[in-house]
T-cell receptor, first 114, second 113 residues
Framework: AQKVTQAQTEISVVEKEDVTLDCVYE???????LFWYKQPPSGELVFLIR??????QNEISGRYSWNFQKSTSSFNFTITASQVVDSAVYFC???????????FGAGTRLTVKP | DVKVTQSSRYLVKRTGEKVFLECVQD?????MFWYRQDPGLGLRLIYF???????EKGDIPEGYSVSREKKERFSLILESASTNQTSMYLC????????????FGPGTRLTVL
């Protein structure tokens, strides 16, 4: 069975603080893909990143960075120097090779206050 | 840019009505999906389609049906809407390439009274 857990339901920070969103996944498959999506108040899910299970290199994109650790089955997302525009619900998701289905976590609502 | 559009952003219907939610994608993707999103539950897959006229049940297909007569269009049908189907409905599409990303539409917030 595949499962994605985002234990943090809501996080609130003040602008310019760093914040990490946790994601833990479960799968028996050896080849899989992990994703993060952002859902701003407008409602549309915006793709942020995809990692495959063979690539454990951390990735940085501007103020965003992702830490993939297979040993702990985690794919955490850090926003550095957060801004009000980062306020959104963030979803972590998992899909196995050859599988059409994508498993989503319950989401973490991030509020960045000015 | 991939574009996935949904026919309505907001919809209000009465219990027992037949409801159609339409989704159109412009990237010639083979796969299309319907999810519902509820607080604390994330996104749950209702149905997906991997080709025209092909469909497969997701995790929560009860009370829903789908139609895919053309590659670019995937419809979700509530035969007899009930109040527990009040939710946000999200459509998505993806090519057949396994490494491809799933792209989402803006969502339809359906309220059933």
């Amino acid at each position: 069975a595949q499962k994605v857990t985002q234990a943090q339901t809501e996080i609130s920070v003040v602008e310019k603080e760093d914040v990490t969103l946790d994601c833990v996944y479960e799968t028996r498959d050896t080849t899989y893909y992990l994703f993060w999506y952002k859902q701003p108040p407008s409602g549309e899910l915006v793709f942020l990143i995809r990692r495959n299970s063979f690539d454990e290199q951390n990735e940085i994109s501007g103020r965003y960075s992702w830490n993939f650790q297979k040993s702990t089955s985690s794919f955490n997302f850090t926003i550095t120097a957060s801004q009000v525009v980062d306020s959104a619900v963030y979803f972590c998701a998992l899909r196995s090779l050859g599988n059409n289905d994508m498993r989503f976590g319950a989401g973490t609502r991030l509020t960045v206050k000015p | 840019d991939v574009k996935v559009t949904q026919s309505s952003r907001y919809l209000v219907k009465r219990t027992g009505e037949k409801v159609f939610l339409e989704c159109v994608q412009d990237m010639d993707h083979e796969n299309m999906f319907w999810y519902r999103q509820d607080p604390g539950l994330g996104l749950r897959l209702i149905y997906f389609s991997y080709d025209v006229k092909m469909k497969e049940k997701g995790d929560i297909p009860e009370g829903y049906s789908v139609s895919r007569e053309k590659k670019e269009r995937f419809s979700l049908i509530l035969e007899s809407a009930s109040t527990n189907q009040t939710s946000m409905y999200l459509c998505a599409s993806r090519s057949s390439w396994d490494t491809d990303t799933q792209y989402f539409g803006p969502g339809t917030r359906l309220t059933v009274l």
